[in-house]
């Protein structure tokens, strides 16, 4: 029995050590390899990977590629290949042999034609069979422009796969997409040629060793932070990446990105999935966080215009002039600094605001995730008292410093009135040069810690694709959910003018900007300039509010915050007078995107507002139940009720939902609010009614070629919209006209075209029923932004 198990041992260990010598043969082809992102990193990150794994069980090769010629191609990457280096702690012999081995294992090839492919396949496989080698696997890649990416995977699909048992590890960089519909495109394509496990999408601020210690330090650290993760103890979260270099060089790509794309959609959005996720059992299962960061991303609120603060460097638009070839009077759109509001719709992170930040030209290089606690205490002691550092009335903050700033280095730091934490054996407590403060706290205030050894970003996502670990990677999951939450806040940024800023130390306080109940905004006022200096021409953005006449009537035009600004305050004037000549205000209200910035701004900043007097009523509503997100009431509610107090019985749904059924006309719905208005607005006259317009020349929901509601003694009438939901109901136009004041609110560069049209026509509500406005008695005011009146 000893023996059959001595024997069957001596079996085993055997097997163990062949098929150690038997891992086979990687072949790692990386694509553009005469690229600037190749030389500055990726044939660094190579040349680790080998002096991490050489010895280890498998041999290499490498194989530089691109569009460029052989020779031309070869001098190129012998260029990029010059400027490896090797640990400071490795022996200068030991480095230039390696550097040597490395050499000789790496050959460029053009890669052109469907023959080149097929040329690299060969080469590939000479490799082995003199040799005896088994294949492993092959890694190819990407460090090429997206445009390029499905013709390359369809060669590798077609030519290049290795055989049966071996892997193969496709390697992809950012962009991944324009916007939702193109990643969902480019995911399809890809998806056509590669599984998805094949799939590597680098988004390289994973392998920052301060990001990917925030899951483990959250999972290391439970006990303490199970209490403080949430609403009730986290005041804000700050995410964070500033650059002092401007996008010289580089233009083409931001104009057709803009910092949004480049940092916010991805770098700075998977840090926020990091902090805000629900912690799996086991953060090392790729497919738990997976799950649990889709789940964030069904939480996240979603974000609208007033989300967002978008600036752009003075020097920016004159780049792109002579980069692009672009005309003198071209002026450039695209933002390079943006400052995002973000919430998190859930139980834990209910009310707490995550602010996200980038931009070009700042002032400093930094990047970093600051967890900002609520201070509770109250110290009866002098400052001069408190115990240092340990104080509950100092600051409470926990950071993931990514790098640079006045720390230069990765480092997690947690104040020492929180709670000491735990950290693995790869990072260890540093004290920092004395006097350095970082956010307002010297760093003794700090338990402080750093790696104990540094490593580049691609170093380390370059071996987790060697060992095909997928948990520091886009998935295609991850990258849909991601650009459906950025999509719509880009396209309604498209035709916004950014703020301008100086760049560097320069800028001050210009960039500086606040929030309040989901909304945010620059603290300073942009400087006016009516009248411009020597050699400067006035911008439109130099001008504030313009008054004059529209159809007739008074116009009040302005960039879209001073409207906005402007209507509230216009509002909150007519109500005070109204409560005080009648006791109380009846103000009727339209659905839709444009009031949305409106309604929080008469939430957030009209303390003086008279809610408790003031009856609400809509102006019109989708055929859908009031808790739909389609919902007019249900925005009304979102936006503005939940955040004013306006008594229970002031406020007044449509009631398009009766007897289970929506807009039936056997319910009289219509009916029903045409009484209750009868009843309770005196004359059915109301103080104020807030209309838009839409494209065709609708408003309310009175709708071209269609006559129902136009005129007539029916003061509610049921519609039928060219757009679903079809169904709506809608005050009439001879009820809206009965009006003391009509505001008519118009926003955005696409309702340029039908501002122009009705300026022309004369009352025409058949054709375009906003022309049928004109109070009996009362007044019309139109409100427009200068994308709408000036385009």
Known sequence: MWKMLTVAMCVALLGCLQAQELQGHVSIILLGATGDLAKKYLWQGLFQLYLDEAGRGHSFSFHGAALTAPKQGQELMAKALESLSCPKDMEPSHCAEYKDQFLQLSRYHQLKTAEDYQALNKDIEAQLQPKGLREAGRIFYFSVPPFAYTDIARNINSSCRPGPGAWLRVVLEK???????????????????????????????????????????????????????????VERVEIIMKETVDAKGRTSFYEEYGVIRDVLQNHLTEILTLVAMELPHSVSSVEAVLRH???????????????????????????????????????????????????????????????????????????????????????????????????QCLPRQLVFHIGHGDLGSPAVLVSKNLFRPSLPSSWKE?????????????????????????????????????????????????????????????????????????????????????????????????????????????????????????????????????????????????????VRRFGQFHLALSGGSSPVALFQQLATAHYGFPWAHTHLWLVDERCVPLSDPESNFQGLQAHLLQHVRVPYLNIHPMPVHLQQRLCAEEDQGAQLYAREISTLVANSSFDLVLLGMGTDGHTASLFPQSPTGLDGEQLVVLTTSPSQPHRRMSLSLPLINRAKKVAVLVMGRMKREITTLVSRVGHEPKKWPISGVLPHSGQLVWYMDYDAFLG
């Open 175 to 233: 962009p991944f997409g324009h916007d939702h519909l193109s990643a969902q495109q480019l995911a399809t394509e890809l998806g056509s040629f590669f599984q998805e496990e094949e799939m590597y999408r680098v988004d390289h601020y994973l392998g920052k060793q301060a990001v990917a210690q925030i899951l483990p330090f959250r999972d290391q650290n439970r006990k303490a932070l199970d209490g403080l993760w949430n609403q009730h103890h």
């Open 293 to 391: 960061k889709l789940r964030l991303f069904q939480a996240l609120r979603g974000l609208q215009r007033v989300s967002a603060v978008v600036g752009q460097y003075q020097a920016y638009s004159e780049q792109v002039r002579r980069e692009l070839q672009k005309l003198d009077s071209f002026h450039s759109l695209t933002p390079t600094f943006a400052g995002v509001l973000v919430h998190v719709d859930n139980l834990r992170w209910e009310g707490v605001p995550f602010i996200l930040m980038s931009g070009k030209a700042l002032d400093e290089r930094v990047g970093y995730a600051r967890i900002l606690f609520k201070n509770q205490a109250c110290c009866v002691q002098s400052e001069k008292h408190w115990a240092a550092a340990q104080s």
């Open 430 to 578: 540093v004290e920092g040069p004395p006097g350095l403060r970082i956010f307002g706290s010297p760093l003794s205030s700090y338990y402080a810690y750093s790696p104990v050894q540094e490593r580049d970003a691609y170093s380390i996502l370059l071996s987790h694709i060697y060992h095909g670990r997928k948990d520091s990677f886009i998935t295609t999951e991850n990258l849909l959910a991601s650009w459906g939450f950025w999509t719509p806040l880009l396209e309604s940024l498209a035709h916004t003018v950014p703020r301008l800023y100086p760049g560097g130390a320069e800028n001050g306080h210009l960039l500086d900007f606040e929030f309040s109940s989901g909304r945010l905004f620059f603290s300073q006022q942009q400087p006016e300039q009516l009248v411009p200096g020597p050699g400067s021409a006035p911008m439109p953005s130099d001008f504030q509010v313009l008054r004059a006449k529209y159809r007739e009537s008074p116009l009040v035009s302005a960039w879209s915050e001073e409207l906005i600004s402007k209507l509230a305050t216009d509002i909150e004037a007519t109500a005070v007078q109204a």
